[in-house]
Protein backbone atom coordinates (compact mmCIF):
# COMPACT_ATOMS: atom_id res chain seq x y z
CA UNK A 1 0.00 0.00 0.00
CA UNK A 2 1.83 3.00 -1.36
CA UNK A 3 -0.42 5.70 0.27
CA UNK A 4 0.27 5.15 3.71
CA UNK A 5 1.79 7.37 6.50
CA UNK A 6 3.89 6.48 9.13
CA UNK A 7 2.63 8.19 12.33
CA UNK A 8 4.03 7.81 15.91
CA UNK A 9 6.41 5.32 14.44
CA UNK A 10 4.33 2.32 14.45
CA UNK A 11 0.96 3.11 12.93
CA UNK A 12 -0.01 3.72 9.46
CA UNK A 13 -2.44 6.33 8.28
CA UNK A 14 -4.55 6.33 5.52
CA UNK A 15 -6.55 9.01 3.91
CA UNK A 16 -9.53 9.00 1.91
CA UNK A 17 -11.58 12.33 1.20
CA UNK A 18 -11.93 13.03 5.27
CA UNK A 19 -11.35 9.89 7.06
CA UNK A 20 -8.18 8.40 8.16
CA UNK A 21 -8.12 4.50 8.52
CA UNK A 22 -5.71 3.91 11.18
CA UNK A 23 -3.97 0.57 12.03
CA UNK A 24 -0.52 -0.56 13.42
CA UNK A 25 2.63 -1.29 11.02
CA UNK A 26 5.47 -3.61 10.87
CA UNK A 27 7.30 -1.83 13.62
CA UNK A 28 4.66 -1.84 15.91
CA UNK A 29 4.21 -5.79 15.15
CA UNK A 30 7.68 -6.54 16.48
CA UNK A 31 6.05 -5.48 20.10
CA UNK A 32 3.42 -7.65 20.17
CA UNK A 33 3.74 -10.96 21.26
CA UNK A 34 1.09 -14.08 20.71
CA UNK A 35 -1.15 -13.20 23.14
CA UNK A 36 -2.76 -9.35 23.30
CA UNK A 37 -5.91 -7.95 23.55
CA UNK A 38 -7.41 -4.73 21.78
CA UNK A 39 -9.02 -2.06 23.20
CA UNK A 40 -10.34 0.38 20.43
CA UNK A 41 -12.03 3.37 21.00
CA UNK A 42 -16.00 3.72 20.51
CA UNK A 43 -17.94 4.61 17.63
CA UNK A 44 -19.24 8.16 18.17
CA UNK A 45 -16.13 9.11 20.32
CA UNK A 46 -14.54 12.54 19.76
CA UNK A 47 -10.74 12.33 19.44
CA UNK A 48 -8.08 14.53 19.73
CA UNK A 49 -4.24 14.54 18.56
CA UNK A 50 -1.79 13.30 21.17
CA UNK A 51 -3.93 12.01 23.91
CA UNK A 52 -4.59 8.12 24.02
CA UNK A 53 -8.14 6.78 22.47
CA UNK A 54 -7.06 2.87 22.73
CA UNK A 55 -4.59 0.35 23.55
CA UNK A 56 -3.17 -3.17 22.82
CA UNK A 57 -2.24 -5.08 25.94
CA UNK A 58 0.44 -7.27 25.66
CA UNK A 59 2.25 -9.18 28.71
CA UNK A 60 4.80 -6.89 28.14
CA UNK A 61 2.77 -4.05 28.85
CA UNK A 62 0.63 -1.75 26.35
CA UNK A 63 0.88 0.18 23.15
CA UNK A 64 -1.03 3.57 22.74
CA UNK A 65 -3.35 4.12 19.92
CA UNK A 66 -3.67 8.10 18.72
CA UNK A 67 -5.42 10.21 16.94
CA UNK A 68 -3.22 12.54 14.70
CA UNK A 69 -5.77 14.82 14.10
CA UNK A 70 -9.31 16.43 16.01
CA UNK A 71 -12.42 14.31 14.96
CA UNK A 72 -14.96 11.64 15.42
CA UNK A 73 -14.78 7.68 15.65
CA UNK A 74 -17.03 6.56 12.55
CA UNK A 75 -16.00 3.13 12.55
CA UNK A 76 -14.06 0.59 14.55
CA UNK A 77 -13.01 -2.75 13.38
CA UNK A 78 -14.86 -5.44 15.43
CA UNK A 79 -13.14 -7.78 13.85
CA UNK A 80 -9.89 -7.37 14.89
CA UNK A 81 -11.21 -7.30 18.77
CA UNK A 82 -13.02 -10.64 18.30
CA UNK A 83 -9.57 -12.01 16.61
CA UNK A 84 -6.70 -9.86 17.62
CA UNK A 85 -4.35 -12.31 15.31
CA UNK A 86 -6.02 -10.64 12.37
CA UNK A 87 -3.64 -8.08 12.96
CA UNK A 88 -0.89 -10.32 12.72
CA UNK A 89 -2.26 -11.53 9.62
CA UNK A 90 -3.39 -8.89 7.71
CA UNK A 91 -2.17 -6.15 9.21
CA UNK A 92 -2.60 -3.64 6.06
CA UNK A 93 -6.00 -4.89 5.19
CA UNK A 94 -7.98 -6.78 7.31
CA UNK A 95 -6.57 -6.11 10.23
CA UNK A 96 -7.13 -2.07 9.89
CA UNK A 97 -8.26 -0.77 13.82
CA UNK A 98 -10.47 2.08 13.45
CA UNK A 99 -11.54 5.28 10.94
CA UNK A 100 -11.87 8.65 12.20
CA UNK A 101 -14.00 11.09 10.28
CA UNK A 102 -11.83 14.64 10.24
CA UNK A 103 -13.38 17.84 11.82
CA UNK A 104 -11.34 20.60 9.95
CA UNK A 105 -10.39 19.66 6.12
CA UNK A 106 -7.88 22.20 6.42
CA UNK A 107 -6.43 20.23 9.42
CA UNK A 108 -5.81 17.52 7.17
CA UNK A 109 -4.28 18.86 4.21
CA UNK A 110 -1.61 20.28 6.80
CA UNK A 111 -1.47 16.87 8.26
CA UNK A 112 -0.39 15.50 4.24
CA UNK A 113 1.53 18.47 3.68
CA UNK A 114 3.33 17.32 7.12
CA UNK A 115 4.39 13.58 5.76
CA UNK A 116 4.45 14.32 1.70
CA UNK A 117 7.72 11.95 0.82
CA UNK A 118 7.26 13.20 -2.58
CA UNK A 119 10.46 14.22 -4.54
CA UNK A 120 10.97 17.53 -6.07
Not at 62 to 91: C, F, H, Q, R, V
Request: charged content about 30%; overall charge negative; hydrophobic content about 35%.
Amino acid sequence: MDDLITYMDYLWLQINDDVITIGINETGLDELDDAFTIELPEEGSIVVPNEVCGEIVTDQGSINLYSPIDGNIIEINTATTDNPSLIKDDNYHDGWLYKIEVDNVEDLRQLEEEFDTDED
